[in-house]
């Protein structure tokens, strides 16, 4: 999967409708490798972006203590966020959400 990732997608959609339209098993591997393709790109981008963060962080420690932490409360943040809102799907309004213990 190169950079359009949109592309890729859309390519992907269109095989499926074409398997849609002529239910053959060329078709049907056509869509699998295309599927196989884009999961195999969604991996090594979050690879990298994972990668990305961590060099940055450890760059901030050595040099920029402010930074460091910046980055640290960004990070937590966004986590407590995703967190709030599993809070709401799950029922819970305050506290700890329900079924949290199976999450961790």
Excluded: H, P, Q
């Excluded at 450890?58 to 990070?75: G, L, M, T």
């Excluded at 966004?78 to 309004?93: N, T, Y």
């Amino acid at each position: 999967m190169g950079k359009g990732g949109k592309r890729d997608y859309k390519r992907k959609e269109g095989d499926f409708n074409e398997f849609l339209g002529n239910r053959s098993v060329e078709k049907w591997e056509n869509y699998r490798l295309r599927c196989r393709e884009i999961k195999r790109g969604v991996k090594e981008a979050k690879r990298r972006a994972k990668e990305k963060l961590a060099s940055r962080v450890e760059e901030y420690a050595r040099r920029d203590s402010k930074k460091f932490w910046k980055e640290v409360n960004r990070v937590r943040k966004k986590k407590e966020e995703v967190w709030g809102v599993l809070e709401i799907v799950r029922g819970g309004g305050t506290g700890s959400c329900k079924g949290s213990e199976d999450l961790e």
